[in-house]
């Protein structure tokens, strides 16, 4: 069947541009002022230019983030309800000029109107109504924690107006005030929503737009008023944004690139699936994070199944994206167009087969056909890397385990679709699938109440649902923490023997009657140091205590090798995790006179003190065994007919660096919390007190827990911390120390983007509950998978 063209009138986003000339400044305190240098911005599908908007300078990011600073105080705190009203507010109104949204973000973006009309801007409408929820439950809900402050938000071209809304309404939601920049190609429908908070009273400051390129977003990123930077985009800049925040305290969530895998098993309704082939890469032209753009199929069907997507992709029609009949529009600009030109041609030169519809796409705009690869090598360029645009590259499996492997064969971890009429196979799958969203049987479904976000190098945080406001959050208690005075303890490979200033006397050793050697902890075992050292440690008298191993870069790489080969541990059950828990702690209260004497002798602590914590400490594990088979996720209501299943699930390889203080408690108090949920460890235990935490080998051993669970390696803990830092098997680093040290791991993280926890040199207290346990804790032990599975014939 023919369509005839059905073309959405732009008459109203003409009106509205005319009336602004054409020509934008930049919304700032309430109002538009009038920017500097402008550009032009281009509708893709015509190549005309749109408007011209202004280049934000630092100085107007400055102007912005001041009066985002200024108008703090009083948003934080109107109550709840105040903020309720004020986000349904901007839900009601962007409903009510739902389809000048649609059409200007179609002209801008070159996204056909049927997109922007039927998701974007319902699904925008939708997130503020969301949070208007969250900012009235607000005090109850998150009844300990407050905003942060002025949040800055960098956003892409791709879902212009959805990203606002994932990341403006959260925010204002916990009582942050915002200074957002748009992307440079698609700034006009964030000018006409600065233009709704006018109109619907939004106090001055509250919300500030600065449009501008890449120039304008580092000056955002790098201004010291900035509690929270918010980003999507792509990879590469999310890893410049992490080193450049590195130690400024400055709260990060990075929703970067993917490459997804769209997996099909031979059992699966093979119709549907070429219609959810559609949504998954030719939805928004492919230019979508979590496009499916990674096609496996089980090896018996592929044939069959490149014969129906064929057949279906000489139907798809490209072209004019105000033409509701159309299927695929505009690429976002020309860069983006070579790029995807380029990438295919070094498919083909590297072998694949490249299969396009026998039509032609329009010439006067910035047009792509879809297009299928076969032939694929899974280690190929088209394979790996994120193309951004309407290409599929398929590839075949034989079996479940196969499927798996190559869908985790990516730096990547956004997002996974799954089809199969086999509901046992699928969420068999979905939980191997290293991925923040799994769909079974849809693809590319999104909703307010269930977060999103990545594993891996598609970045850390998430979007929407109660995770994505702990985002826009802090502990009340968090700002009125003690800096630590320490700087930090060196220990040194000095021949303690030899050495005057450490010298051991006759009279400050301790007791040497058996010399005890403890060695580092690795794969269940003790094992001696790879570099042959040791070093003395003292008490805070300057009493020799005893020495341990000096690790180094090869222990921390071996003890990361046992942690990855402990892998049976996250798939155990939660019911043998808090048996083996309870277990600790059972020996622990066995052995509790040796560790209050360590205790006293190590950190010259009254025994009343290091009898407090022994028995905090016991407390604590059983405290954490009781969480392990109770932190067990939600059930979200999404507006589909859906059960979306949140699950948190464990990051895997977890590296800890254990604060200097309370060596025995402050240890527990991380390592529990992180084992619990199904991580496996390496720990670098206090420095300066080592051998509470060397003790524990016999607890560990006698209580059941598997050999590479927990691995414990001792020496200097920025030397080793750094190493851990760079290792790309380490999923996820906490760091409870300095503010230099804090600095370091955030910025050498940015290797694999791993998520990071520091104290910015905050020490906490270790016997307060609010600051030493909790769900504080068991969320930063997991991140939140999102699997959707509908229901209904
Ligand atoms: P970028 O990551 O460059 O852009 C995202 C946003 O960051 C834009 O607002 C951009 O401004 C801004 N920005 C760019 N450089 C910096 C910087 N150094 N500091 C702070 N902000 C900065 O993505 P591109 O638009 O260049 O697209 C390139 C590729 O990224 C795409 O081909 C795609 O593979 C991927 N991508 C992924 C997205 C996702 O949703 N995960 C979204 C968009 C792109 P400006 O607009 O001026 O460049």
Redesign the pocket.
Same mark, same amino acid.
Request: proline share 6%.
């Given at each position: 069947m023919e369509y005839g063209p059905a073309p959405e009138s732009a008459e109203f986003v003409d009106a509205w541009l005319e009336k602004h000339g054409r020509r934008f400044g930049h919304f700032i305190n309430g109002r538009f002022v009038e920017g500097g240098s402008t550009f032009e911005v281009i509708n893709p599908a015509t190549k005309a230019t749109i408007a011209n908007v202004s280049q934000g300078s630092s100085a107007e990011i400055d102007q912005a983030v001041q009066a985002a600073a200024a108008a703090f105080e009083n948003w934080r705190t109107l109550s709840g309800h105040q903020r309720a009203r004020y986000l349904y507010a901007i839900a009601r109104q962007i409903q009510k000029h739902s389809r000048l949204f649609a059409v200007l973000e179609t002209i801008d973006n070159g996204k056909p109107i049927r997109e922007t009309r039927d998701i974007d801007i319902p699904l925008v409408a939708r997130h503020f109504y969301h949070h208007a929820g969250w900012a009235q439950l607000a005090s109850e809900v998150f009844e300990q924690y407050g905003p942060l402050g002025v949040c800055g938000q960098? %956003? +892409?071209?791709?879902f212009p107006l959805l990203m606002l809304a994932w990341k403006v309404a959260p925010a204002l939601a916990a009582g942050n005030t915002v200074v957002l /920049? +748009?992307? $440079? =190609?698609t700034p006009l429908t964030a000018l006409l929503f600065a233009e709704i908070t006018q109109q619907i009273g939004l106090p001055s400051g509250v919300f500030n737009l600065v449009t #501008?390129? #890449?120039r304008t #977003?580092?000056a955002l %990123?790098e201004h010291p008023g900035v509690a929270k930077i918010a =980003?999507? &985009?792509?990879t $590469?800049?999310g890893r410049? %944004?992490r080193q450049k925040t590195a130690g400024s305290g400055k709260k990060l969530s990075l929703?970067? &690139? #993917?490459k997804s895998p769209f997996i099909v098993f031979d059992d699966a309704d093979l119709d549907s699936v070429v219609e959810g082939v559609v949504d998954a890469i030719w939805f928004n032209q492919g230019q979508v994070?979590c496009a499916g753009s990674r096609l496996l199929i089980q090896e018996s069907i592929a044939k069959v199944m490149y014969a129906k997507l064929r057949q279906r992709m000489e139907n798809l029609r490209v072209g004019n994206p105000l033409d509701k009949a159309i299927d695929i529009g505009a690429i976002v600009a020309p860069v983006?167009l070579q /790029?995807i030109e380029s990438l295919v041609q070094q498919g083909i030169k590297e072998g694949a087969t490249c299969w396009q519809p026998g039509w032609a796409v329009p010439t006067d705009g910035l047009f792509y056909p879809p297009t299928l690869f076969t032939d694929v090598e899974p280690a190929g360029t088209l394979a790996q890397v $994120?193309i =951004?645009g309407p290409v599929l590259v398929a590839m075949t499996f034989r079996t479940p385990g196969e499927a798996v492997d190559l869908a985790n064969n990516s730096p990547y971890g956004l997002a996974a679709s799954l089809w199969t009429e086999n509901v046992n196979l699928a969420l068999d799958i979905a939980p191997k699938i290293k991925a923040g969203v799994v769909w079974v049987n849809c693809t590319n479904v999104f909703d307010a109440a269930s977060g999103f976000g990545g594993y891996r190098e598609s970045g850390f945080g998430r979007e929407g649902g109660i995770e994505g406001m702990y985002e826009y959050l802090r502990p009340n208690w968090e700002q009125h923490l003690p800096e630590v005075d320490d700087p930090g303890f060196e220990p040194r490979a000095e021949p303690a023997l030899n050495n005057a200033a450490n010298a051991v006397s006759a009279e400050n050793v301790v007791s040497v009657a058996i010399d005890r050697t403890p060695k580092l902890y690795i794969g269940g075992k003790q094992a001696r140091p790879d570099s042959g050292y040791s070093y003395p440690a003292f008490d805070p008298a300057g009493k020799y205590r005893g020495e341990a191993g000096l690790g180094n870069r090869k222990d921390i790489r071996n003890a990361v090798e046992a942690a990855v080969k402990a892998g049976g541990w996250p798939n155990s059950t939660a019911h043998l995790r808090a048996q083996v828990l309870f277990y600790i702690a059972e020996n622990l209260q066995v052995r509790a006179r040796e560790f209050i004497d360590r205790l006293v002798g190590d950190c010259g602590y009254t025994i009343e003190l290091a009898e407090r914590e022994v028995t905090a400490t016991i407390e604590r594990t059983f405290y954490y065994a009781a969480w392990t088979d109770k932190y067990d996720g939600r059930v979200h209501s999404t507006p589909f007919r859906n059960v979306t299943l949140a699950m948190p699930e464990p990051w895997g390889v977890l590296g800890i660096v254990c604060p200097q203080g309370n060596p025995l408690l402050g240890f527990m108090s991380l390592v529990l919390p992180a084992i619990a949920m199904g991580n496996t460890v390496v720990t670098i235990p206090s420095a300066r007190y080592p051998f509470a935490a060397t003790d524990l080998y016999q607890v560990f051993d006698t209580s059941d827990l598997p050999g590479g669970v927990i691995n414990i390696v001792t020496g200097n803990q920025l030397e080793l911390a750094k190493v851990l830092a760079q290792h790309l098997e380490v999923a996820a680093l906490w760091f409870f120390g300095s503010k230099s040290g804090s600095e370091m791991v955030e910025r050498e993280s940015a290797g694999n983007l791993k998520a990071t926890w520091v104290t910015h040199g905050k020490a906490r207290n270790w016997f307060a509950p609010e600051q030493s346990q909790g769900e504080e804790f068991l969320r930063h032990a997991t991140q939140v998978k999102n699997i959707w599975v509908p229901y209904g014939e």
């Open positions: 960098i %956003i +892409p071209w791709n /920049k +748009p992307a $440079e =190609f #501008g390129d #890449g #977003g580092e %990123i =980003f999507t &985009g792509s $590469e800049v410049i %944004i929703e970067l &690139g #993917g994070c983006q /790029k $994120e =951004f």
